[in-house]
């Protein structure tokens, strides 16, 4: 199934897709697609009321309406650094031996085609393309990485824009490079496993004002999202809605010579395979 949430922000409303012109509205039912909805087996009981809407012809047609992420907003969002082998080259630094964590702030999360707004004083402002990972179930320490195949929900596309100057020379940990309003835009879906055929063989692409800047492959993932969701789980309990950013391949601005940064006015476009593209203007600070 292909979840996705329509409307303001704000009112969002749980829908699933059909195809590129038809979707299921599954408010009535389903309260959201967030922490309750997931923690109750929701995805169980989604594909009868999604079946049960199509025989009774209550199928509606996409038009202009927003598109918001296809999750409420999470309990948390956790994100890997480094992760692909090419973009840990670009940037100068060791494959790291473990996953290398850090947070952004859960409000940071906004719909795929959202406008990204540059926080004051930005210097250095960046773009990442990457996979997300949605928790489906509460999990702690979790036997092995077989075994966090059944606590995932789905993946997501995710920008998870960066101020690198905050990020690098502003001390302490990454998080305040990460977590200014509107830094992780996601969607536009949020695809259930069976409808990703692998998830360690997607093509990732990401340009800035038509010009392609990534280009990649959850292929070149050090650790892929069973690795990852494993390892979160021995340190942390994962909540179900929790959103898991993995990192990005290679082509960000601060790994090319010279370095490219963000302009407020710049136009954003980026997609993974089997999870939507996205489209997001640039603004300056308030």
Same mark, same amino acid.
């Given at each position: 199934m292909l979840?996705?949430?329509?409307g303001?922000p704000?009112a969002?409303?749980? +829908?699933?897709r059909?195809?590129a012109e038809? &979707? ?5 039912e389903?309260?959201?697609f967030?922490?309750a909805?997931?923690g109750?087996?929701?995805?169980t009981a989604?594909p009868?009321?999604v079946d049960?809407?199509?025989s009774?012809g209550?199928v509606r047609?996409? @038009?202009?309406? *927003?598109?918001? $992420?296809? !999750? ?11 992760n &692909? ?6 940037t @100068?630094?060791?494959?790291? $031996?473990?996953?290398i964590?850090f947070?952004k702030?859960p409000n940071? /999360?906004?719909g795929? %085609? ?7 004083g930005?210097?250095k402002?960046? =773009? ?11 999990s702690? &320490?979790l036997?092995?990485?077989?075994d966090?195949r059944?606590? !995932?929900?789905? &993946?997501?596309a ?5 101020e ?9 940990q990454?998080?305040?490079g990460?977590? $200014?309003?509107t830094? %992780?835009?996601c969607g536009?879906?949020l695809?259930t496993?069976?409808? !990703?055929?692998?998830?360690?063989n997607?093509?990732? =692409? /990401?340009?800035? %004002?038509g010009?392609? *800047?990534?280009?990649g492959?959850?292929?070149r993932?050090i650790f892929?999202p069973y690795v !990852? ?10 909540e179900?809605?929790d959103l898991?950013?993995t990192g990005?391949?290679?082509g +960000? ?11 407020? @006015?710049?136009?954003?476009e980026l ?8 489209r ?7």
């Amino acid at each position: 199934m292909l979840l996705m949430r329509l409307g303001e922000p704000g009112a969002e409303r749980p +829908v699933v897709r059909l195809d590129a012109e038809s &979707y299921v509205d599954v408010s009535d039912e389903v309260d959201d697609f967030g922490e309750a909805f997931f923690g109750s087996d929701g995805l169980t009981a989604l594909p009868a009321i999604v079946d049960r809407k199509r025989s009774a012809g209550d199928v509606r047609a996409f @038009g202009d309406e *927003r598109v918001g $992420a296809p !999750i409420a907003r999470p309990h948390q969002i956790l994100c890997i650094g480094l992760n &692909y082998s090419d973009h840990a080259a670009e940037t @100068g630094q060791a494959v790291p $031996a473990e996953p290398i964590l850090f947070t952004k702030s859960p409000n940071t /999360l906004v719909g795929p %085609n959202d406008n990204v707004r540059l926080p004051r004083g930005a210097t250095k402002p960046d =773009w990442e393309v990457e996979l997300g990972i949605v928790i489906g179930r509460r999990s702690s &320490y979790l036997e092995s990485p077989a075994d966090a195949r059944d606590a !995932i929900a789905g &993946y997501v596309a995710v920008n998870d824009v960066s101020e690198r100057a905050f990020q690098l020379e502003r001390g302490g940990q990454w998080s305040k490079g990460k977590s $200014a309003e509107t830094f %992780n835009p996601c969607g536009p879906w949020l695809a259930t496993p069976d409808e !990703i055929v692998d998830v360690n063989n997607l093509g990732l =692409w /990401l340009d800035v %004002n038509g010009v392609r *800047r990534q280009t990649g492959t959850t292929a070149r993932m050090i650790f892929d999202p069973y690795v !990852i969701v494993h390892h979160l789980s021995q340190f942390m309990v994962l909540e179900p809605g929790d959103l898991i950013n993995t990192g990005t391949p290679p082509g +960000v601005g601060m790994g090319l010579n010279p370095p490219v940064w963000l302009q407020a @006015g710049d136009l954003i476009e980026l997609g993974v395979d089997g999870l939507g593209s996205q489209r997001q203007r640039v603004l300056p600070p308030r």
